[in-house]
């Protein structure tokens, strides 16, 4: 198994551009997660997914898009790039939401112009 | 809301000592608390998960014990390692949502 993985490692975009940051895993895990780590805050949900075609906001999901249209794949979309998104964005999935280990892939660092 | 707190932000050990790594949650009504490795530049990895019914666990020089009406969980480092360097973070998820709540993490340091 490959895990949790993402694509790009690294982005650099100018303000108001937009892209979209892939993850996908393999494990068959229902719950899916998309998390920003920036520097003494800790990371802060942005979505989250409890299965196919459902999705949720988080703390912080103002600028970001998300779909899940199949199990595997959980793609984060932001619309119009600004300073503020400039983070590290990590992606998650477990079994369950409730009970079971989370699994990161290895993050996305993010730079906003 | 709940809040999680890990004090202190960075520590620095000699090597071979033994050290505890301190969390505080402000809601006592959590599902469970999970312990997290970061590595510089990595994503995280699972240490362990305390479920809301259990007082610890153990993986290997690892003992992580949760005391909910207290709001408090401990992560013990038995023997440290150079290799155990690395940014501990802890996350409690909420009874009442499928959110995760984390700590801003400890940044240890084993001096050999």
């Known amino acids: 198994n490959a895990g949790v993985t993402q694509t790009p490692k690294f982005q650099v975009l100018k303000t108001g551009q937009s892209m979209t940051l892939q993850c996908a895993q393999d494990?068959?895990?229902?719950?899916m997660s998309w998390y920003r780590q920036d520097p003494g805050m800790g990371l802060r949900l942005i979505h989250y997914?409890?299965?196919?075609?459902?999705?949720d906001q988080g703390e912080v999901p103002n600028g970001y898009n998300v779909s899940r249209s199949t199990t595997e794949d959980f793609p984060l979309r932001l619309l119009s790039a600004a300073p503020s998104q400039t983070s590290v964005y990590f992606c998650?999935?477990?079994?369950?939401?409730?009970?079971?280990?989370?699994?990161f892939g290895p993050g996305t660092r993010l730079t906003v112009l | 809301k709940q809040e999680v707190t890990q004090i202190p932000a960075a520590l620095s050990v000699p090597e071979g000592e033994n050290l505890v790594l301190n969390c505080s949650f402000t809601?006592?009504?959590?599902?469970?608390l999970q312990w997290f490795r970061q590595d510089p530049g990595k994503g995280l990895t699972s240490l362990l998960l305390i479920q809301s019914s259990q007082r610890e666990q153990t993986s290997g020089r690892l003992n992580a014990s949760l005391d909910k009406s207290s709001g408090r969980s401990t992560l013990y480092i038995a023997a440290s390692q150079p290799g155990d360097s690395a940014t501990y973070l802890c996350?409690?998820?909420?009874?009442?949502?499928?959110?995760?709540?984390f700590g801003s993490g400890t940044r240890l340091s084993i001096r050999p």
């Open positions: 998650a999935s477990s079994w369950s939401d409730t009970t079971d280990t989370q699994y």
């Open positions: 997914s409890v299965g196919a075609g459902i999705t």
């Open positions: 996350a409690v998820r909420r009874s009442s949502a499928s959110k995760i709540i």
């Open positions: 809601d006592s009504a959590i599902y469970n």
């Open positions: 494990m068959n895990h229902e719950y």
